[in-house]
C-alpha cells in the first residue's frame, strides 16, 4: 500500500508560507541594515570589562542606612503604580462604555472618537508621559503616576471595551426587552459578568506597572527607578545592585500576588 507523500515544504497558495518567508526576509534585512559590531563586542578588553563590571554588581550594599532608603523608595514605586492603575481603570471603564457597540441596535455614536482618543493615550510611552509631565507637575512621583495612569488609561480602554463588545447578550437582551434603561442593563446584566476578566486584566496591568514606575523614576518621577538613575551614574555599583535588587522582589511579590487573586476569583 503506497502511503501519501508530505506536503511540500512551499506552496504558493500557502499565506502562513509567504508570512514567513516575509518574516525571514525583514529579520534578514534588519541585520544589514543594522551596524553590529560583533567583532567589537566579543574582542577581550571588552569581555574583560564586562566581567569585572558583573563581579561589582554581585556585591551589594547593605548598609543599613542604605536599605532603609531603598525601603521608602520601594513603598513609593509600589504606590505610584497602584493609584495609577487604580485611576486608570476607573477611567478605562468610563471611556470603555462609548468606545463599544454592545448590541446591534446600539447607535454607539462615540464610539470612533473614543477609540481614537483610547489610541492616542497608549501609543505615547509612560517615559513620554513622564516627561512631559514633569514640565508642570515638577519631579517627585506625581508626574509619574499621572504618566502610569494615562497610558494605563488607554490599554485597560481597548481591553475593556472589547471585552463589552464581545460580553454574552443574553442577560442584556432579557433586560431590554422589559425596559430597562441602559444604565440599568449595564449595571445589572452586562458588568457582574464581565467583572472577573476586568479585574484580571486589571491585575495584569499592575504588575507591567512596576515595572514602569521603577523604569519612570529614571526621568525624576521618584521611587526606585530615581535612584537607580542617580546611582548608575557615579558608577555606584554596589548601590546600583542593592536597588535592582529590591526592583526584583517587588516584581516577584506583586507577581505572586496577582497570581493568588486570580486563582481565587477563578474558583
Given at each position: 500500500m503506497n502511503r501519501p507523500l508530505p506536503p511540500p515544504m512551499f506552496d504558493a497558495r500557502c499565506r502562513a508560507c509567504w508570512f514567513v518567508l516575509a518574516v525571514l526576509l525583514l529579520v534578514t534585512i534588519s541585520f544589514?541594515?543594522?551596524?553590529?559590531?560583533?567583532?567589537?563586542?566579543?574582542?577581550?578588553e571588552s569581555l574583560g570589562r564586562m566581567r569585572r563590571f558583573v563581579v561589582e554588581l554581585l556585591v551589594p550594599d547593605l548598609d543599613p542606612v542604605f536599605l532603609i532608603q531603598i525601603g521608602w523608595a520601594t513603598l513609593e514605586t509600589l504606590a505610584m503604580s497602584a493609584l495609577g492603575t487604580a485611576l486608570a481603570a476607573i477611567a478605562a471603564l468610563l471611556l470603555a462604555i462609548p468606545a463599544a457597540k454592545t448590541h446591534a441596535d446600539d447607535k454607539a455614536r462615540w464610539r470612533s472618537a473614543t477609540r481614537l482618543l483610547l489610541n492616542a493615550l497608549r501609543s505615547v510611552p509612560e517615559l513620554v508621559w513622564a516627561a512631559l509631565l514633569?514640565?508642570?507637575?515638577?519631579l517627585g512621583?506625581?508626574?509619574?503616576?499621572?504618566?502610569?495612569?494615562?497610558?494605563?488609561?488607554?490599554?485597560?480602554g481597548?481591553?475593556?471595551?472589547?471585552?463589552?463588545?464581545?460580553?454574552?447578550?443574553?442577560?442584556?437582551?432579557?433586560?431590554?426587552?422589559?425596559?430597562?434603561s441602559s444604565a440599568g442593563v449595564f449595571?445589572?446584566?452586562?458588568?457582574?459578568?464581565?467583572?472577573?476578566?476586568?479585574?484580571?486584566?486589571?491585575?495584569?496591568?499592575?504588575?507591567?506597572?512596576?515595572?514602569?514606575?521603577?523604569?519612570?523614576?529614571?526621568?525624576?518621577a521618584g521611587g526606585l527607578g530615581q535612584m537607580l538613575a542617580f546611582h548608575m551614574g557615579l558608577f555606584q555599583m554596589d548601590k546600583t545592585s542593592t536597588v535592582l535588587l529590591a526592583m526584583l522582589l517587588l516584581v516577584v511579590l506583586v507577581d505572586g500576588l496577582s497570581y493568588l487573586s486570580r486563582?481565587?476569583?477563578?474558583q
Open positions: 544589514w541594515s543594522l551596524d553590529l559590531q560583533w567583532a567589537q563586542f566579543l574582542l577581550p514633569l514640565i508642570s507637575a515638577g512621583p506625581l508626574a509619574g503616576t499621572l504618566a502610569l495612569a494615562l497610558h494605563t488609561t488607554g490599554v485597560l481597548r481591553l475593556f471595551a472589547e471585552s463589552l463588545e464581545n460580553a454574552p447578550d443574553g442577560p442584556a437582551f432579557a433586560l431590554r426587552l422589559r425596559g430597562v449595571t445589572y446584566a452586562t458588568l457582574p459578568q464581565l467583572l472577573p476578566q476586568l479585574i484580571s486584566y486589571t491585575l495584569y496591568r499592575w504588575e507591567n506597572n512596576i515595572r514602569a514606575a521603577a523604569v519612570l523614576g529614571v526621568v525624576g486563582r481565587a476569583m477563578a
